[in-house]
């Protein structure tokens, strides 16, 4: 991903359920999404991103609270950039994810995904300026962690090739 500002990535990062990932340099981030919902945050005064990827809206037990839960993943999201000098008004959100396929689940996961994603950043102060949910399909993106801009790919079905680490017919 190239041109706008020129800034190449220097480097990529698969970024798995239950990750957060908040890169030094510029970054190719990528990741393969269902029912799980990324977020992608990105501070237009520094130019540096990240994201974190989750697949289960919300945890109470403090005990079993992990990046694997909505509630837990976008605030720590937040916490990772302020902590090394952003501030919550120069961020702004990508939601990504959050598809439904009768055939797997009874229940929707994701759209519950999607609303406590909406409901965390709003109450953090975060806009949401883009936003690609819903749906049936799975999702493949690619986010430029430093020009704040995705590409999503929409598949019928998510392959076992299509997880880190990439493996037969790609």
Same mark, same amino acid.
């Given at each position: 991903?190239?041109?706008?500002?020129?800034? @190449?990535?220097?480097? $990529?990062?698969?970024?798995?359920? &239950?990750?957060?990932?908040?890169?030094?340099? %510029?970054? !190719? +981030?990528?990741?393969?999404?269902?029912?799980?919902?990324?977020?992608?945050?990105?501070?237009?005064?520094?130019?540096?991103?990240?994201?974190?990827?989750?697949?289960? @809206?919300?945890?109470? $037990?403090?005990?079993?609270?992990? &990046?694997?839960?909505?509630?837990?993943?976008? %605030?720590? !999201? +937040?916490?990772?950039?302020?902590?090394?000098?952003?501030?919550?008004?120069?961020?702004?959100?990508?939601?990504?994810?959050?598809?439904?396929?009768?055939?797997?689940?009874?229940?929707?996961?994701?759209?519950?995904?999607?609303?406590?994603?909406?409901?965390?950043?709003?109450?953090?102060?975060?806009?949401?300026?883009?936003?690609?949910?819903?749906?049936?399909?799975?999702?493949?993106?690619?986010?430029?962690?430093?020009?704040?801009?995705?590409?999503?790919?929409?598949?019928?079905?998510?392959?076992?090739?299509?997880?880190?680490?990439?493996?037969?017919?790609?």
């Amino acid at each position: 991903m190239t041109g706008g500002n020129n800034i @190449p990535a220097e480097a $990529d990062y698969f970024l798995r359920p &239950a990750y957060i990932f908040v890169p030094s340099k %510029p970054t !190719l +981030i990528s990741t393969v999404l269902g029912t799980c919902v990324a977020v992608s945050l990105f501070d237009k005064k520094r130019r540096i991103g990240g994201m974190s990827h989750f697949k289960y @809206p919300r945890i109470s $037990d403090p005990q079993k609270a992990t &990046a694997h839960f909505g509630n837990v993943a976008i %605030p720590a !999201l +937040i916490n990772m950039l302020v902590e090394s000098g952003s501030r919550v008004r120069h961020l702004e959100a990508q939601i990504f994810g959050g598809a439904y396929n009768s055939e797997f689940s009874r229940e929707d996961v994701g759209q519950e995904n999607v609303e406590l994603a909406r409901l965390v950043l709003q109450k953090k102060g975060v806009k949401v300026v883009s936003e690609d949910v819903g749906g049936a399909m799975g999702r493949k993106l690619v986010f430029h962690s430093q020009k704040n801009e995705t590409a999503v790919m929409k598949v019928e079905r998510l392959r076992p090739a299509d997880w880190y680490p990439y493996e037969g017919d790609r």
